[in-house]
Nanobody, 123 residues
Framework: GQLQASGGGLVQAGGSLRLSCAASGGTFSRYSMGWFRQAPGKEREFVAAISRSGGSTDIADSVKGRFTISRDNAKNTVYLQMNSLKPEDTAVYSC?????????????????WGQGTLVTVSS
C-alpha cells in the first residue's frame, strides 16, 4: 500500500492547517494510523494516532488541545487538524499505518510510511 500526505505549507503563528493522508493499495480500515513529525536537527516525534474505527485517539501532550486527528474510512483518508500553530510546530509531518488493533505512540510499530509534508510556522 501507499500513503500520500498533503496539506502542508507556510502559515503564520496562530493559524491553522489541515493535513490529509490518503491510503491506497490496502484495506484502510484494518490499520491504525499515526502522525509523526521531525523538525530540523531533532528526533522524530509522535504527534497523534487513531484506531481502526476512529473511536480511540491519542494526542501528544505538546499539541493536545490544538491538534485533532480523525479519519474517514470511506475515503481511505486520515486527517490532522492543526490549530493555534506555533513556530515550534515547524517540521516535516509524516503519516504511518500500523496493523495492530491497538494505537501506538512509537514509530517502531508502524510498518508503512508516507512521504512527509512540510509545515512551516512563521512568528
Amino acid at each position: 500500500g501507499q500513503l500520500q500526505a498533503s496539506g502542508g505549507g507556510l502559515v503564520q503563528a496562530g493559524g491553522s492547517l489541515r493535513l490529509s493522508c490518503a491510503a491506497s493499495g490496502g484495506t484502510f480500515s484494518r490499520y491504525s494510523m499515526g502522525w509523526f513529525r521531525q523538525a530540523p536537527g531533532k528526533e522524530r516525534e509522535f504527534v497523534a494516532a487513531i484506531s481502526r474505527s476512529g473511536g480511540s485517539t491519542d494526542i501528544a501532550d505538546s499539541v493536545k488541545g490544538r491538534f485533532t486527528i480523525s479519519r474517514d474510512n470511506a475515503k481511505n483518508t486520515v486527517y490532522l487538524q492543526m490549530n493555534s500553530l506555533k513556530p515550534e510546530d515547524t517540521a516535516v509531518y509524516s503519516c504511518a499505518a500500523d496493523q495492530s488493533i491497538f494505537i501506538h505512540t512509537t514509530a517502531q510499530f508502524y510498518g508503512y510510511w508516507g512521504q512527509g509534508t512540510l509545515v512551516t510556522v512563521s512568528s
